[in-house]
């Protein structure tokens, strides 16, 4: 059976907190949600198999977020080689901070 590398996507301690849970991958900007401009986390799976560089993604927020427009739009779920090649991704990953 091929390798399942899972990487996630985490936000840095909060000041005078503890660390993330989990790896977190550096060299990326904090993902923002458009709609109420919360964090959102990024999960992807990937089966290196045969080369494969697309994974199976999925975005939401960090915390829950009843109030956000785009709530209708999220999870976003999907395979893709980036988090920002989903179905949606445009309409629901803000701008870099």
Do not use: K
């Not at 399942?4 to 977190?24: D, K, M, Q, T, Y």
């Amino acid at each position: 059976m091929p390798p399942v590398c899972r990487a996630e996507f985490a936000l840095p301690p909060a000041p005078g907190g503890s660390a993330a849970a989990g790896p977190v991958v550096t060299g990326h900007r904090p993902l923002i949600c458009r709609g109420c401009s919360g964090h959102l986390y990024a999960v992807r799976t990937t089966d290196h198999a045969g080369g494969n560089a697309a994974g199976q993604w999925e975005v939401d927020h960090e915390v829950p977020a009843p109030m956000c427009p785009l709530e209708d739009l999220l999870p976003l779920t999907g395979t893709a080689v980036s988090v920002h090649d989903l179905p949606g991704a445009l309409e629901v990953l803000g701008p870099a901070c």
